[in-house]
């Protein structure tokens, strides 16, 4: 029998792939909608994110923990799940920025040039913000952007989900499961 803790990384990882590719389903839902992100898609994205760590940590709990977890274990639980999502909406995120829409770069840096003059940059900042933005546009920085962001949602996230999802069990049986049993001898 496997031990706990790779029960426990192969589960979050099944489930990680999951939620990793719904997410990219909806990003590319998306694209090919060009729908940008609306209410509606925003609304399903956080459905996705909230009802995969709700389900991930229930399932943990429930069909490997015998029905008990800690808060500190469904958070762990959540945040593991969400960093291997994060893997797999990296590789997406790369894809679609570098070869499927490689003008979304540009457009994103055009609107972050807007906005510093809008916020009443000179000249001189405006040109050292982009040059710094436009060195951060690699994809090796992509990526690591698009999983730091992704699994600190997923920690945020984890955080209010642990709360409902823990169960503690009973102390009492907890402390009493190694005394051995007392028979009645007064017969």
Do not use: C
């Amino acid at each position: 029998m496997e031990n706990k803790r790779t029960l426990l990384w192969k589960t979050a990882a099944s489930h990680g792939l999951v939620v990793g590719m719904l997410l990219v389903f909806i990003a590319i839902i998306i694209w090919i909608g060009d729908v940008g992100a609306t209410g509606g898609m925003r609304i399903l994205n956080w459905f996705v994110v909230i009802g995969s760590i709700y389900y991930s940590m229930k399932i943990w709990r429930d069909k490997f923990n015998g029905g008990i977890i800690k808060f500190s274990q469904a958070l762990g639980f959540g945040v593991a799940v969400m960093f291997l999502a994060s893997i797999v909406f990296g590789f997406y995120n790369i894809i679609y920025m570098n070869y499927l829409e490689p003008n979304s770069v540009v457009e994103s840096m055009d609107l972050l040039e807007e906005t510093y003059y809008e916020m009443g940059f000179s000249e001189e900042k405006v040109a050292l913000a982009m040059e710094t933005a436009g060195a951060l546009q690699t994809p090796l920085f992509q990526a690591f952007s698009t999983v730091f962001g992704t699994t600190f949602l997923g920690f945020i996230v984890s955080l209010i989900v642990a709360l409902f999802v823990r169960r503690e069990g009973d102390p009492f049986q907890d402390a009493m499961k190694n005394v051995p049993a007392q028979t009645d001898s007064s017969n």
